[in-house]
């Protein structure tokens, strides 16, 4: 009788701190919307519909309209566990929608520090798509977490008849091999500016944010690699609602950052570029040093007063 008390105690303290989890980065993520929509109104609302902007609108305002749905499943008696069946693949899209989204938006403003350069296209665009495709494997072996007796409704991958071993853990690690080449390839990019002491606000802000966005998420990461192997399977995902909700949240800081910092740098200077039809938010004249390079960088076609990659 004693370790069946036990074992419905630890299966309650399970439960209780994966709704715990989910329902913390959930209001961090609507703090910071609440402390941040003046600027969205105005440098996002207010600006020109590009790809860029409606890939941020999509990431800001699904992912917390998505993951009310996760709260009421975790939360609610209501969902059988045929539903629950159903629900965790919805989960495990919905989760990794919004860090595909977030990662793509890096992806465009590593390209546009490059000039569309299509060695780093190919190299970002490869680890992107291999990213999704282990990911997207990896969803067709989702299923909901088994508490005897008690009601739950979140998610594990590799469940049922399915044997994918280490794979699990790759949920973590390709997101974080991703990032970490992205990062570098900024570093790379921008130090010499750096070291000159030429950079302008929106490359500091790019630097700045990315090392950010990157510690964050890094620790998040590696924490959910080491869970995904080693922790109980009530808590093996317990990270990856973490994980989205903050991509999400450094995602739109980054984004409107930027765009803030750009407004300021157009009303001096009025060249900047976007990347083909991505239309990028990075400035061209903060990342070209010498003025030449600003004028008229190789690939540049000069169009009614501003330059396309």
Known sequence: MSNNSTGVSVEVQELVTTN????????????????????????????????????????????????????????????????????????????????????????????????????????ISFLYLAMVGINAWLLTTTGPVIHPGIHGCSMLFGQGNHHIGGWVSATAWTPLIYDTTVVILIVLRTQYIVRAKIAGKVVTVLIRDGLLYFSVIVVVNLVLAVMIVRAADGIKNICAQFQLLMTVTMMSRITLNLRKNMDVSISANSIYTTVGDMHSDIQLDSLAAPPRAILNPPGIERQNGYGYV
């Not at 993520?29 to 941020?56: A, G, Q």
């Not at 917390?64 to 629900?87: E, K």
């Open 20 to 123: 715990y989890i989910g329902i913390a980065g959930l209001v961090i993520l609507l703090y910071d919307h609440l402390i941040t929509f003046d600027d969205e109104v105005k440098y996002v609302w207010c600006s020109n519909k590009k790809p860029m902007i409606w890939l941020f609108l999509i990431n800001r305002y699904l992912t917390p309209l998505a993951f009310g749905v996760n709260i009421n499943a975790y939360t609610s008696s209501a969902w059988s566990d045929a539903a629950c069946g159903r629900f965790v693949v919805y989960e495990g899209i919905m989760g990794f929608v919004g860090v595909a989204i977030a990662s793509l938006m890096m992806a465009f403003r590593v390209v546009a520090v490059y000039y569309g350069n299509r060695y780093v296209l190919a190299l």
